[in-house]
């Protein structure tokens, strides 16, 4: 099996050059399959992963526009179409000027399983654009978005393709994608998830991603008999994940001592409370600002740069019980790893897609803490877009405590499945294994039963 798994790796390596965040999230899927591909010689023989490794799609175009000094601006568009073998592409697009082939399809790699755990019926995709939305004004928003949609528009569908937010990408954002999309097809439909609330979008869709990885460390707390009251908490980012995976730690007696964005961080030892919240929320999503502004606007809160030339990132060297990394891919080393792991953190669910490099979360499994990865700790997020979907094709919506109970239920439900999964495979309580094979089984099954198509 090992010799498998190497030229498995080594062709993927060869067909996808200079993609390493691709290579990672394959080589971590595969890691964990090995245990269920001895067992089950016919998904091997049907070259299930080999197929499920390869995008159905990809499309990859010119997005064209103007700034406000009317300079013409070029950047490039994608949108990795992965796998529909149980339902439309569903997954979000990313606004950021690292944006890559490779990132995307690490992302939209991920997203297959992450769908597949959370028992609704969606594929996966992602996509996204290499434009940098910091410093620019509503109108170059607006016509970057247009610009984007005037392509992406041919290639999704509400039984298609239906794209989100991610990093770069908000309500704002939809709206301007969702505004051309209507104009584009004359059509009004669920083909976005995330939209405003008067035109089709679903309560709780903006909590939900925060909501449910919150839900999951609880979930993984009570394997324990532990509960997060009174459990401080490092949070990183400080976009939609982070803030309202604060909220729902407030909520449930927990204490969020840290935010951070690209520049630096903030420790606030008094933590973090719905107040201090409220002015987060205003500073990042209406002014657009750095958190920074946090330390200088409350007393007792140290701002810490984020430097280049440190071996670690400070977020990760503070004392706490938890941490939900809600920024970006790789913000967790595994000299990070150890950190928390020295400074006590015993739970890390995590909020952003693959925060943690392989060796990272290696460090994790070793120390036998309660680590629950991204694709099943942030899965609360495309869970929600799907009850969006559902709310969308009945023309029905639902209340904020149907779709909050909703969410709570399949976020049980995948915890469920990783636990179940791991035991079935012999290695208990190890998540990144139940993730990754709990999710796999399902499309593995989808496909066979389809044919080679
Ligand atoms: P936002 O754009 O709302 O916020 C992103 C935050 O992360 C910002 O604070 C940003 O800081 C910081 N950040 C982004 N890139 C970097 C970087 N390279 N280094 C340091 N900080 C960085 O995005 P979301 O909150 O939506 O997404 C956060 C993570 O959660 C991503 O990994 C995303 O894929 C994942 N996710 C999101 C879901 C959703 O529903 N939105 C669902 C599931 C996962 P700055 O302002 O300086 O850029
Ligand atoms: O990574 C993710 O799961 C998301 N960005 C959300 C995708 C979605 O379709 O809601």
Sequence with gaps: MSSYVKD????????????????????????????????????????????????????????????????IRVNRGYRIQMNSAIGPY???????PTVNLGILKFLAFEQV???????LPMGGGKGGCDFDPKGKSDNEVMRL???????LFRHIGPDTDVPAGDIGVGG???????????????EVTGVLTGKGLDWGGSLIRPEATGYGAVYFAAEMLGTRNQTLEGKSCLVSGSGNVAQY???????????AVTLSDSNGLIYDPAGIDAKKLDFVMDLKNIRRGRIKEYADKFKGVTYTPLTLNLDHNPIWNIKADCAFPSATQNEITAKDAKNLVNN???????????????????????????????KAANAGGVATSGLEMSQNSTRMSWTREEVDGRLHQIMKSIHR?????????????????????????????????????
């Design 8 to 71: 498995f790796m080594d062709e993927i390596k060869a067909k996808n050059p200079a993609q390493p965040e691709f290579h990672q999230a394959v080589q971590e899927v595969v890691n964990s399959l090995t245990l269920v591909l001895e067992r089950h010689p016919e998904y091997r023989k049907a070259k299930i992963l080999e197929r499920i490794a390869e995008a159905e799609r990809v499309i990859m175009f010119r997005v064209s526009w103007m700034d406000d000094a009317g300079e």
């Design 90 to 96: 569903k997954g979000g697009l990313r606004f950021h």
């Design 113 to 119: 399983f992450k769908n597949a755990l959370t028992t």
């Design 145 to 151: 978005c247009q610009s984007f949609m005037s392509e």
């Design 172 to 186: 704002r954002e939809i709206g301007f994608l969702f505004g051309q999309y209507r104009k584009l097809r004359n």
């Design 245 to 255: 995976t604060i909220e729902k730690i407030n909520q449930l007696g927990g204490k």
């Design 344 to 374: 006590g953190v015993s739970v890390v669910a995590e909020g952003a897609n693959m925060p943690t490099t392989q060796e990272g979360v290696d460090v994790f499994l070793d120390a036998r803490i309660m680590y629950a990865p991204g």
């Design 417 to 453: 499945t990783c636990v179940d999964a791991a035991a079935a495979y012999g290695t208990p309580g190890n998540y990144v294994n139940g993730a990754n094979i709990g999710g796999f089984l399902k499309v593995a099954r989808a496909m066979l039963e389809q044919g080679l198509v």
